[in-house]
């Protein structure tokens, strides 16, 4: 294995996490700037309404989305196999 190898591997990984991360980040993000919206025009200032429907939204887009997220760990899984197998 070279250096250039190694870091292909990285980037990989790095971009295989930011893919299989973005659905539940980015509804996390929609619905904190919602909660935040109606907190601010409604001034209603409570905690637990902010983290239990966040809560509720990342466990629902996790549990759409676990195919999605399990398709791109796998495919890089194997690319890192099959590198192993031909000596990379």
Do not use: C, N, W
């Not at 990989?12 to 929609?30: E, G």
């Not at 902010?50 to 399990?70: E, H, N, R």
């Amino acid at each position: 294995m070279t250096e250039v190898d190694a870091i292909d591997i990285v980037q990989q990984a790095i971009f295989t996490v930011l893919i299989a991360s973005s659905p539940v980040v980015a509804v996390a993000m929609v619905v904190g700037v919602t909660i935040s919206l109606l907190q601010a025009l409604t001034q209603v200032q409570e905690m637990t309404l902010t983290f239990i429907p966040k809560i509720i939204a990342i466990l629902v887009v996790a549990a759409l989305s676990a195919s999605f997220i399990g398709a791109h760990i796998y495919a890089m899984t194997e690319e890192i196999y099959s590198r192993i197998a031909t000596g990379f």
